[in-house]
């Protein structure tokens, strides 16, 4: 039976209708409303990570950035529990689709930039030209950081998109080989299962990672840009 290797990123559609927004309402459940005066210990958790991670990402904003500071808790939460969700089985991680990563930088970024040139216009415009720049380099440097400028969704969406597709290519190949090399040699199917265990705790940590990188580079744009 031939499997294509891409097939677990192919989004599952039903009656000819994609699940994906289905899938992406998923994860909100996993964060519980609380409904008494005490709360839980997972919800003392979530509570506590929530204040570690804005107290470590909002201290270096002003006032006009720290009004961000619910809509990238929101989104960080979303994409770790989004990427987390990819490790279940029989599951689908949207992550890996380069068209939601984008649709969720570029409005992002956008915001950001906007925000700047509304703030503080000359300080946005003068990252297009740095200081005591020779004259012959001008067009040039101004292409070039334009360039860049518009290059910094791009690089939020493939970066996450390639690291979490990456590690789950990993993962489906030592899986794929460890079945094959139960009917051949046991030892050596052993060592491959014990590989993908620890690879699996890695791609734990990497879906919380890439979610943090993600909302930190968000955070930093919006630095520089209030």
């Not at 279940?88 to 956008?110: D, E, G, K, R, V």
Request: charge should be positive; charged fraction near 5%.
């Amino acid at each position: 039976m031939n499997e294509n290797l891409f097939a677990p990123f192919v989004c599952p559609t039903i009656m000819g209708l994609s699940t994906l927004p289905v899938i992406m309402l998923f994860p909100c459940l996993i964060f519980s409303t609380p409904k008494r005066w005490l709360p839980n210990r997972i919800q003392i958790l979530q509570i506590w990570l929530i204040r570690l991670i804005t107290k470590q990402m909002m201290s270096m904003h002003n006032n006009i950035g720290r009004t961000w500071a619910l809509m990238l808790m929101t989104l960080i939460l979303f994409i770790a529990t989004t990427n987390l969700l990819g490790l279940l089985p029989y599951s689908f991680t949207p992550t890996t689709q380069l068209s939601m990563n984008i649709s969720m930088a570029i409005p992002l970024w956008m915001g950001t930039v906007i925000l700047g040139f509304r703030n503080k216009p000359k300080a946005s415009l003068a990252h297009f030209l740095p200081q005591g720049t020779p004259t012959p380099l001008i067009p040039m440097l101004i292409i070039i950081e334009t360039i860049s400028l518009l290059i910094q969704p791009l690089a939020l969406a493939v970066r996450l998109t390639a690291n979490i597709t990456a590690g789950h290519l990993l993962i489906h190949l030592i899986g794929s080989a460890a079945l094959a090399l139960m009917s051949i040699n046991i030892l050596l199917s052993s060592v491959t299962l014990i590989i993908l265990f620890l690879l699996t705790i890695l791609e734990l940590a990497v879906a919380l990672i890439q979610a943090y990188v993600f909302t930190l580079l968000v955070s930093l744009y919006l630095h520089d840009n209030s």
